[in-house]
């Protein structure tokens, strides 16, 4: 017999370490196998979006699969039922059918009421009739407006400092601001450590390489580093230094698009004791070799 699969449930299959918000009230037995053609699906299926919110919504709301943003209150929640395949299997999940009125447009929405489409694919977001959401989405096609679970969607009282870069847009300064953290490992690995300690790395140099143009700035006395004002356009983010070179969270490369009134966050580690030199990627970043342990997490 077939069951419905929530969103939660198999996100906690596809990472363990991830920690979702409860899917209440979508579990449930169907008594009818599925007689339309279903979507082939694995528990290793990634669900569009970051997925964390280590990103700050200045980053965010910028990225390629956000094309619609808005806060809004869910007027009605539809639910419906959608077969899959999960792992050979026969399962069923749902997609939800959000009709939501606007109350703020930040993003891609001119229209007081727009329809919201999540889930069917495992990646629901628990949407809930009366609830007022800072919605993080992608215009489909359809004019819809697609939200994953992964994506930076957010109750409206968990949405404060969000709302707050949103609502300042029309008078902030324009440019561009990249900034980060710059930490030294001072021990070396150890296993049975609950945690890793580090150092700022004060004084310590980091290169930021415009298309025109390459700019520097300073690790402050805290570990941090900032500067602003810079056109939008590709910034590639260098730091050298001896022993390995970590991101936090893990980046494929330091290379980035920032927009105007955007920013780029990054978050360095050095690891003087893995007495390797940094891995430099093919557009001139740096690579992180494995996950980075941060001073505040478990290894």
């Given at each position: 017999m077939p069951t419905k699969v929530s969103a939660a449930k198999v996100q906690n299959m596809i990472n363990s370490r991830r920690v979702l918000r409860a899917l209440s009230g979508l579990l449930f037995v169907l008594v009818v196998a599925p007689a339309s053609p279903s979507q082939v699906l694995t528990t290793d299926h990634f669900c569009e979006g970051d997925n964390t919110r280590e990103l700050p919504v200045c980053q965010r709301v910028w990225q390629p699969y956000v094309s619609a943003v808005f806060l809004g209150l869910a007027k009605d929640v539809q639910e419906e039922d959608v077969p899959i395949i999960l792992d050979g299997r026969n399962e069923h999940t749902l997609r939800l059918h959000v009709t939501f009125q606007v109350e703020e447009a930040f993003l891609g929405v001119s229209e007081k009421v727009v329809k919201v489409t999540s889930g069917g694919d495992m990646c629901g977001f628990p949407f809930s009739k009366g609830h007022m959401y800072l919605v993080f989405g992608r215009r489909l096609p359809s004019g819809d407006v697609y939200v994953s679970i992964s994506s930076a969607t957010e109750w409206e009282k968990d949405a404060g400092d969000d709302l707050k870069y949103l609502r300042g847009l029309p008078t902030a300064p324009h440019g561009v601001t990249i900034y980060g953290t710059v930490f030294?490992?001072?021990?070396?690995?150890?296993?049975?450590?609950?945690?890793?300690?580090?150092?700022?790395?004060?004084?310590?140099?980091?290169?930021?390489?415009?298309?025109?143009?390459?700019?520097?700035?300073?690790?402050?006395?805290?570990?941090?580093?900032?500067?602003?004002?810079?056109?939008?356009?590709?910034?590639?983010?260098?730091?050298?230094?001896?022993?390995?070179?970590?991101?936090?969270?893990?980046?494929?490369?330091?290379?980035?698009?920032?927009?105007?009134?955007?920013?780029?966050?990054?978050?360095?580690?050095?690891?003087?004791?893995?007495?390797?030199?940094?891995?430099?990627?093919?557009?001139?970043?740096?690579?992180?070799?494995?996950?980075?342990?941060?001073?505040?997490?478990?290894?």
């Open positions: 030294r490992y001072t021990a070396p690995e150890n296993r049975r450590a609950m945690v890793r300690l580090g150092t700022p790395e004060t004084g310590r140099k980091i290169e930021i390489q415009g298309t025109s143009r390459t700019y520097e700035a300073v690790v402050d006395s805290r570990g941090k580093f900032r500067i602003s004002g810079l056109p939008p356009g590709r910034y590639t983010v260098l730091l050298n230094a001896e022993g390995e070179i970590h991101t936090s969270p893990p980046l494929k490369s330091t290379t980035v698009d920032v927009v105007d009134k955007g920013c780029a966050q990054f978050g360095f580690w050095i690891d003087p004791f893995a007495k390797k030199e940094p891995t430099i990627s093919h557009d001139g970043g740096n690579l992180p070799p494995e996950e980075p342990h941060d001073k505040t997490q478990p290894k």
